[in-house]
């Protein structure tokens, strides 16, 4: 199947032998990732994340009493997740106000990220995300759920797993991971999928464009493989902040707890 | 008895899989799911062999929110003719931001028959009680125990802090004398 596309490519791209792509990576590999906890002191926990050219900032508020009450519920915690893309993210400049696109992908984060947490733990309270996409270059929304996923490990939130996302997609008849920008816009198909990797549970999957059954089965395989490998990543964060080594090697403990009272402090 | 060495003390993840429900019972910071317990926090394994459970001491912050039996400082808001209306905002000795609200029944408030709400409880009072009840619509506490009470109040007249000068509530300032259900505690409590 793989082998006719590429010849399909091949004739289309003139005398080129191998298919590339845009930026120049394998069709399975993921884009640069740097992922770091704890950045904001006055949250209960936060991320940042660099995807690519993605720059993506996340914080974690609670669990905390819900405002407006109402809207709370009595048997279990409410998750509200906020997308929200900066003025400056895009270009041409985008209004600051929430868009309908900003709704979706805060109720879509939601969905994903509520199946990984213990709500019924936090009756008539609300744990808060907030997500703010500083720079956006495609796949934001798997992005500032890997963000999300994190912020939410390092406010202590117990999790069933964490979450990881990843998108698949394909670009000139070619199956590829995580498409940036370009790729996403000029493609023909684009999947996002949101992973547990310990559980082996997808709790997120859209799937944009027209493709085979058989082509779509495949960018899930890769979708998850790729999240697969973002888990690794988020895990080398936390361990980062909260002093963990390897499993394997010598433990030279140095837990820094709480460390951003210090710089609160400052202030 | 391998099996027990491998299990403690091990760094986790939140998901992984500690052992399987034959082996050991879930403990403190794990989650039982299609017969294996896993973590449910970053922290350390802990393996108990009183219960034969498996615990997950964690290394992230702990997180509060108010549960039956936790005792709870509050700031009086409103004082009404049945109840007073508290924000709760220590609880079990830990600070929380921001409050959680909570409600002090008149019938909470001591032991005895209390006639008058105000006789207890003053708007901008600082109390300490048990938390009693999380499943109605607010947290109802209850002040009904010596420890338990009015540990800061003001006084209603100039504002002052009110002092506990042999079993009377004296202002400094002026002189004025008031009466509250005051803890054991009282002037007394560290609330940093």
Same mark, same amino acid.
């Given at each position: 199947m793989s082998k006719t596309t590429k010849k399909k490519t091949t004739k289309r791209k003139t005398s080129k032998k191998k298919w590339t792509r845009v930026d120049g990576r394998k069709p399975d590999e993921l884009r640069p990732i740097h992922i770091e906890s704890?950045?904001? %002191?006055?949250?209960d926990g936060s991320a940042y994340i660099e995807m690519g050219r993605n720059k993506i900032i996340a914080g974690v508020y609670g669990p905390r009493e819900m405002h407006p009450k109402r809207f709370s519920k009595p048997n279990m915690g409410i998750l509200r997740c906020r997308y929200h893309m900066a %003025?400056?993210?895009?270009?041409p400049r985008r209004s600051p106000a929430p868009s309908r696109r900003d709704k979706e992908i805060s109720m879509v984060m939601t969905d994903a990220i509520e199946p990984a947490l213990f709500l019924e733990r936090y009756p008539r309270s609300v744990i808060d995300v907030f997500v703010e996409i500083?720079?956006?270059?495609?796949g934001t929304r798997c992005a500032s759920i890997n963000a999300a996923a994190v912020a939410l490990a390092d406010a202590g939130i117990p999790m069933k797993d964490l979450v990881s996302s990843c998108a698949s997609g394909k670009y000139e008849g070619n199956l590829i991971l995580d498409l940036g920008d370009y790729e996403d816009k000029n493609g023909e198909s684009d999947v996002p999928v949101a992973y547990l990797p310990k559980n082996d549970q997808v709790t997120l999957l859209q799937m944009e464009g027209i493709m085979t059954q058989d082509e779509t089965e495949k960018c899930i395989e890769l979708a998850i493989e790729g999240c697969k490998q973002i888990y690794e990543i988020q895990k080398e964060a936390l361990k980062k902040k909260y002093g963990m080594v390897e499993a394997t090697e010598e433990t030279e403990e140095a837990p820094e707890e709480e460390e951003p009272v210090e710089e609160a402090e400052e202030e | 008895m391998a099996k027990k060495h491998e299990i403690e003390e091990k760094e986790v993840f939140p998901g992984e899989r500690l052992a399987v429900i034959e082996e050991y019972n879930e403990g403190e910071g794990t989650y039982q799911s299609d017969g294996e317990v896993r973590s449910a926090e970053i922290g350390v394994t802990r393996h108990d062999g009183a219960t034969r459970s498996v615990a997950v001491e964690k290394k992230t912050p702990e997180i509060t929110v108010p549960e039956e039996g936790m005792v709870a400082v509050a700031e009086v808001g409103s004082v009404a003719r049945r109840d007073a209306r508290v924000n709760i905002f220590m609880l079990n000795g830990r600070h929380i931001h921001p409050t959680y609200s909570g409600v002090i029944h008149i019938s909470d408030i001591s032991r005895d028959y209390t006639k008058n709400i105000d006789m207890a409880l003053r708007n901008g009072d600082t109390v300490k009680g048990r938390i009693?009840?999380?499943?109605?619509r607010l947290n109802q506490m209850s002040?009904?125990?010596?420890?338990?009470?009015?540990?800061y109040a003001y006084c209603s007249r100039c504002g002052g802090l009110l002092e506990l000068d042999r079993g009377r509530l004296t202002c400094p300032d002026c002189g004025r004398v008031e009466r509250r259900k005051t803890a054991r505690s009282y002037g007394k409590e560290e609330l940093v």
């Amino acid at each position: 199947m793989s082998k006719t596309t590429k010849k399909k490519t091949t004739k289309r791209k003139t005398s080129k032998k191998k298919w590339t792509r845009v930026d120049g990576r394998k069709p399975d590999e993921l884009r640069p990732i740097h992922i770091e906890s704890g950045v904001i %002191p006055n949250a209960d926990g936060s991320a940042y994340i660099e995807m690519g050219r993605n720059k993506i900032i996340a914080g974690v508020y609670g669990p905390r009493e819900m405002h407006p009450k109402r809207f709370s519920k009595p048997n279990m915690g409410i998750l509200r997740c906020r997308y929200h893309m900066a %003025p400056f993210s895009v270009d041409p400049r985008r209004s600051p106000a929430p868009s309908r696109r900003d709704k979706e992908i805060s109720m879509v984060m939601t969905d994903a990220i509520e199946p990984a947490l213990f709500l019924e733990r936090y009756p008539r309270s609300v744990i808060d995300v907030f997500v703010e996409i500083i720079e956006a270059d495609g796949g934001t929304r798997c992005a500032s759920i890997n963000a999300a996923a994190v912020a939410l490990a390092d406010a202590g939130i117990p999790m069933k797993d964490l979450v990881s996302s990843c998108a698949s997609g394909k670009y000139e008849g070619n199956l590829i991971l995580d498409l940036g920008d370009y790729e996403d816009k000029n493609g023909e198909s684009d999947v996002p999928v949101a992973y547990l990797p310990k559980n082996d549970q997808v709790t997120l999957l859209q799937m944009e464009g027209i493709m085979t059954q058989d082509e779509t089965e495949k960018c899930i395989e890769l979708a998850i493989e790729g999240c697969k490998q973002i888990y690794e990543i988020q895990k080398e964060a936390l361990k980062k902040k909260y002093g963990m080594v390897e499993a394997t090697e010598e433990t030279e403990e140095a837990p820094e707890e709480e460390e951003p009272v210090e710089e609160a402090e400052e202030e | 008895m391998a099996k027990k060495h491998e299990i403690e003390e091990k760094e986790v993840f939140p998901g992984e899989r500690l052992a399987v429900i034959e082996e050991y019972n879930e403990g403190e910071g794990t989650y039982q799911s299609d017969g294996e317990v896993r973590s449910a926090e970053i922290g350390v394994t802990r393996h108990d062999g009183a219960t034969r459970s498996v615990a997950v001491e964690k290394k992230t912050p702990e997180i509060t929110v108010p549960e039956e039996g936790m005792v709870a400082v509050a700031e009086v808001g409103s004082v009404a003719r049945r109840d007073a209306r508290v924000n709760i905002f220590m609880l079990n000795g830990r600070h929380i931001h921001p409050t959680y609200s909570g409600v002090i029944h008149i019938s909470d408030i001591s032991r005895d028959y209390t006639k008058n709400i105000d006789m207890a409880l003053r708007n901008g009072d600082t109390v300490k009680g048990r938390i009693v009840n999380v499943k109605n619509r607010l947290n109802q506490m209850s002040l009904a125990d010596p420890e338990y009470g009015v540990v800061y109040a003001y006084c209603s007249r100039c504002g002052g802090l009110l002092e506990l000068d042999r079993g009377r509530l004296t202002c400094p300032d002026c002189g004025r004398v008031e009466r509250r259900k005051t803890a054991r505690s009282y002037g007394k409590e560290e609330l940093v």
